[in-house]
């Protein structure tokens, strides 16, 4: 009941300043109450409130000695231990919207292209040019800083969490996780090959098979802290890639590319590795009269939703400066 009140009034509250404001774009107020609840029943062989937060709700190690910290789990309502014993008809819940704080970045302004945004996550568009994370050279003015501002603009006080990450210059689909149980399920689906991630890219010429499976291990070059390469050594990671050419043209075409593993740099490797690199690759191909930047774009994204467990699917489409390259 309290939490269909709230989303009411976060309704009246969105709707209030749109009406007020008009076009003036201002962030629109976010509810954020995050709650897994469980009736334990005898058949469940469960005897402690720890059994249920391993075996049903499959909190990591680490979050529930935070949910501990923070008293946010509750048997009956009341608070309690992972130690506590339960019995049929017990109600275990655990509260994992606890306020978190993220001091190491700096707010931002910038314009976000928010794709979808619920309780559990932000999706954003990302441009090219634009890192996700703070670093040496960039502090202020990456995807992360821009999500603190508009965290702290609609009242949110949590970590920057960002569950996919994409090079500086490949534009598309981040998403922030906006608690660490949410972060903890899709890095999960991601591993277990549930979170399916797709990719448009130019390259140069034309496949020679479509689609193409690639099945080629990758590693870090020695010499190198960025650069990464196919390798058959013991300590290359597997990767994986499927191929498919969606349209050609003069020099070069436009290719999907579906990603079975999430290793650094993976579609630029392989793609680099099959004599077809993508344009404007400066790192494993060559740069580019075409266009500034690798052609690389996350366009879709497709998981189960943690908490609905619903099928999600997120698209966005090119920028600009690969649609001018498909007339």
């Keep these: 009941m309290f939490r269909n009140l709230a989303r009411f009034i976060c309704t009246f509250i969105n709707l209030f300043y749109l009406l007020l404001f008009d076009n003036f774009h201002i962030p629109l107020y976010t509810l954020c109450i995050m709650k897994l609840e469980y009736t334990n029943v005898e058949s469940s062989g469960y005897t402690t409130v720890f059994n249920v937060l391993k075996n049903e709700f499959h909190l990591s190690d680490r979050l529930i000695l935070k949910l501990k910290k923070e008293k946010q789990i509750y048997i009956n309502g009341t608070p309690t231990h992972v130690r506590k014993e339960i019995a049929s008809g017990d109600i275990i819940t655990v509260d994992i919207s606890f306020t978190e704080e993220s001091e190491n970045i700096v707010p931002t302004k910038m314009d976000l292209d928010i794709l979808y945004e619920d309780d559990c996550f932000l999706i954003i568009n990302k441009g090219a040019n634009t890192p996700v994370h703070p670093s040496i050279n960039h502090f202020e003015d990456t995807l992360s800083n821009g999500v603190k501002y508009y965290f702290e603009n609609i009242g949110l006080k949590r970590k920057i969490r960002p569950v996919n990450r994409l090079d500086k210059d490949t534009s598309g689909i981040v998403i922030f996780a906006k608690n660490e149980y949410i972060q903890e399920c899709l890095t999960h689906q991601m591993k277990a090959g549930i979170f399916n991630k797709e990719y448009l890219a130019l390259v140069t010429g034309t496949l020679e098979e479509s689609p193409l499976t690639l099945v080629k291990n990758i ?98 489409d090119l920028p600009e400066d690969m649609k001018k390259l498909l007339t």
């Design 219 to 316: 590693k870090r070059k020695t010499e190198s802290i960025i650069e990464r390469c196919v390798s058959d050594d013991e300590d290359s990671e597997y990767a994986e890639t499927i191929f498919e050419t969606i349209k050609e043209y003069d020099g070069y075409s436009l290719i999907k590319c579906i990603l079975k593993t999430g290793r650094t740099h993976q579609i630029r490797v392989h793609t680099s590795y099959l004599g077809h690199s993508i344009l404007g690759d400066t790192l494993y191909g060559k740069a580019s009269d075409l266009i500034s930047r690798q052609a690389l774009h996350a366009y879709k994204v497709r998981f189960i939703h943690p908490v609905t467990k619903e099928m999600i699917e997120i698209t966005c």
